[in-house]
Every structure is written in C-alpha cells, then in structure tokens.
T-cell receptor, first 113, second 112 residues
Framework: DTGVSQDPRHKITKRGQNVTFRCDPI?????LYWYRQTLGQGPEFLTY????????KSRLLSDRFSAERPKGSFSTLEIQRTEQGDSAMYLC???????????FGSGTRLTVV | GNSVTQMEGPVTLSEEAFLTINCTYT??????LFWYVQYPGEGLQLLLK?????DKGSNKGFEATYRKETTSFHLEKGSVQVSDSAVYFC???????????FGQGTELSVKP
C-alpha cells in the first residue's frame, strides 16, 4: 500500500483556465475527503464521498468547483475559471472508519497567475 | 457552529523544555478531538486522538486530555526535542461522517 497519492504535486495555471486534480486513496478505504489549505491556516473541508456517493459539500465550495468519485476508487476535483483566490494547497484524505483513521496525501499546490 | 481555536505561534523553545499548546473548541454534541502534525515538507499526520470526555490521547511523548467542562484539548509534552519542530493542528470531528474542522495551526520551533 503506497498511501494516498495526489497528482500533480504542483500546478501553475493562468486565471480563467480550468484545472483538474486527481486523488488515489488507500484501496480499502471507502471514504474520501477533499480539503483546501492556504498559507498559515488549517485545512478547510470541501467535500467528502462514501464510495461513489458525494455525501457532504461545504458552503465554501462555489459552483466553479466540482468533485467526482465515479467508481468509488479515485477522485477528481475540478476548478473551472480559476481565480487568484483559488491559489492554495488541495489535500485529499481517505479513511475506512470516518474521522478516526484518516490518511492524508501530500497535496496538490495550485498557483493561479 | 463548530470551530477550533489554537494559541498563536510561533512558539520557540529550547530542547528539553516543557510544551503546552492550547486548543479550545465549540461544538454541538460530543465531537471527537484530534491533534495533527505537519513536519517541514511532509503531509499531515495524526498525532493523537480522543473520542469522549476525560479520554487522554497519547503518542510519541505527547498527551492531550478531552476536557468537556472547559471545552479544551491542550497538547503537552514534558521534554521537547529539535525533531519536534513542526506545525501542530488541533481538530474536531462533529459527527460520524468524518469531516474534520481544524484550528489555524501553531508552529513550534525547538532550538538545541
């Protein structure tokens, strides 16, 4: 087991472009979470899946953000029409038993120029 | 609503000093409480957890006790090492769904 993998590690994009990030969770984990972390702050919850079902979505998540987990395995997070305020580290985590057994990935750092 | 407040950093200590990082929370119901650590250049790692009042979580010499009466979960270590230099995050999970609500983090720097 290689843990939670996120791809890419870094992404630089121009304002207005669309970006997509991928997260591969630990294979036996049924829950997958997305967070956003800006410099000097703690991670903020964005959304989570149990298997392929998206069960909760933060009010922080604007309509430009969408996440999918089509087969209950890997997940993608897409940001449309990126803005400079979207610059952050995007973290993925997975677990088998809710909050008690999280494993975080190393994150994707997005820079919007 | 649910929230977590941590003492502001950075905290700078000499090796072998006693560490306390304060954490208080606001939550409805009975949340689970966590401390996560982020070492330089690495991802978030669970340090310790407590799931009910008066539980004590412990790991690697760190301890924290779930105090419902003061809504606190302060992190302590009796003797810090240079290798403990990192950012520490207090977090709560308000329900079984599993989302975490984090504090803003406290940077710890331990000098030899």
């Amino acid at each position: 087991d290689t843990g939670v993998s996120q791809d890419p590690r870094h992404k630089i994009t121009k304002r207005g472009q669309n970006v997509t990030f991928r997260c591969d969770p630990i294979s036996e984990h049924n829950r997958l979470y997305w967070y956003r972390q800006t410099l000097g702050q703690g991670p903020e919850f964005l959304t989570y899946f149990q298997n392929e079902a998206q069960l909760e979505k933060s009010r922080l998540l604007s309509d430009r953000f969408s996440a999918e987990r089509p087969k209950g395995s890997f997940s993608t997070l897409e940001i449309q029409r990126t803005e400079q305020g979207d610059s952050a580290m995007y973290l993925c985590a997975s677990s088998l038993d809710g909050p008690l057994g999280y494993t975080f990935g190393s994150g994707t750092r997005l820079t919007v120029v | 609503g649910n929230s977590v407040t941590q003492m502001e950093g950075p905290v700078t200590l000499s090796e072998e000093a006693f560490l306390t990082i304060n954490c208080t929370y606001t939550a409805t119901g009975y949340p689970s409480l966590f401390w996560y650590v982020q070492y330089p250049g690495e991802g978030l790692q669970l340090l310790l957890k407590a799931t009910k009042a008066d539980d004590k979580g412990s790991n690697k010499g760190f301890e924290a006790t779930y105090r419902k009466e003061t809504t606190s979960f302060h992190l302590e270590k009796g003797s810090v090492q240079v290798s403990d230099s990192a950012v520490y995050f207090c977090a709560l999970s308000p329900n079984q769904g599993g989302k975490l609500i984090f504090g803003q983090g406290t940077e710890l720097s331990v000098k030899p």
